[in-house]
C-alpha cells in the first residue's frame, strides 16, 4: 500500500543524496561562477574553501543575477536529483510526477531579507502539488532552516503580495508564534504538503546556506 502524502503534512527522508552526488551539484555550481568571474583563468580547480570564497566574490559581480538564474538548468539537478525524487515519489503514488520548477536557494548570515510564512498552492492549479527541499550541507539550528507551522489545518488560507511580489500569510506575526525549526542534516530531504504553512528559519552564524528546491506534482 503506498504510503500517501497530504497536504498538510511534511515528511523527512534522511540521507536523500550522498555526499558524491552533492559534490557533483556544487563543482557544477561553482565552475558556473568559475566561469563567470575569472574567464581568463583556464585553470579551474573544485575544493569547498575555493567553491565558497568564489560564491563570495561572484556576489560582488554585476554578472551574478545572471548567474543564479543558470542554477536552475543545472544538469546535475536533471541527471541526479529529478531521477531520485521521480524513483521516491513512486512509493506514495500510482501516478506519474511531473516537475513544474527547480533551482537551487541560497541565504547568507544576517541575511536582511525576508522570508515570510506562506503555502506553496498559491499560483499553482493542481491538486496532488508537493515541494521538494534537499540541504546540499548540515544545517543545525539558527542556520537558516525551515520553519513550519505547528498548528493548521489542512485548508488554504488567504495571502496577500508583499512588497517583493510574493504571496505571503497574512498576520506573519501570529504564524511566526507557533513554528518549530527544522534543521537537516548533510544530504536531508523533506516534502511539504502545498497546504503547510512555512518559511526560512533566520541564520545568524555560519557559512552561506544552500539548498536544491524541487516544486513537482502528481499527474
Request: charged share 30%; net charge positive; hydrophobic share 35%.
Amino acid at each position: 500500500m503506498k504510503k500517501k502524502i497530504h497536504s498538510n503534512e511534511i515528511r523527512k527522508i534522511k540521507n536523500f543524496l550522498s555526499e558524491s552526488d552533492i559534490k557533483k551539484i556544487l563543482k557544477e555550481i561553482h565552475y558556473k561562477i568559475f566561469r563567470n568571474i575569472k574567464s581568463n583563468n583556464k585553470r579551474y580547480h573544485f575544493t569547498y574553501k575555493k567553491f565558497q570564497t568564489d560564491y563570495l566574490e561572484s556576489r560582488k559581480n554585476n554578472k551574478w543575477p545572471k548567474i543564479y538564474d543558470s542554477f536552475k538548468n543545472l544538469k546535475t539537478l536533471k541527471k541526479i536529483v529529478v531521477p531520485k525524487i521521480s524513483k521516491i515519489s513512486k512509493e506514495y503514488s500510482n501516478n506519474k510526477i511531473k516537475i513544474l520548477s527547480k533551482g537551487v536557494r541560497i541565504i547568507e548570515k544576517n541575511d536582511k531579507r525576508n522570508y515570510p510564512m506562506h503555502q506553496e498552492f498559491v499560483g499553482v492549479n493542481k491538486k496532488n502539488f508537493f515541494v521538494f527541499w534537499i540541504a546540499l550541507h548540515s544545517i543545525p539550528k539558527s542556520s537558516g532552516g525551515l520553519i513550519v507551522s505547528k498548528n493548521f489545518k489542512n485548508k488554504p488560507y488567504n495571502h496577500l503580495i508583499n512588497k517583493s511580489g510574493y504571496p505571503i500569510l497574512k498576520n506573519q506575526n501570529l504564524w511566526k508564534k507557533k513554528v518549530a525549526e527544522i534543521t537537516f542534516k548533510t544530504g536531508d530531504l523533506l516534502i511539504l504538503g502545498k497546504y503547510v504553512p512555512h518559511g526560512t528559519a533566520k541564520k545568524t552564524k555560519g557559512l552561506p546556506r544552500w539548498a536544491c528546491i524541487v516544486r513537482a506534482a502528481y499527474s
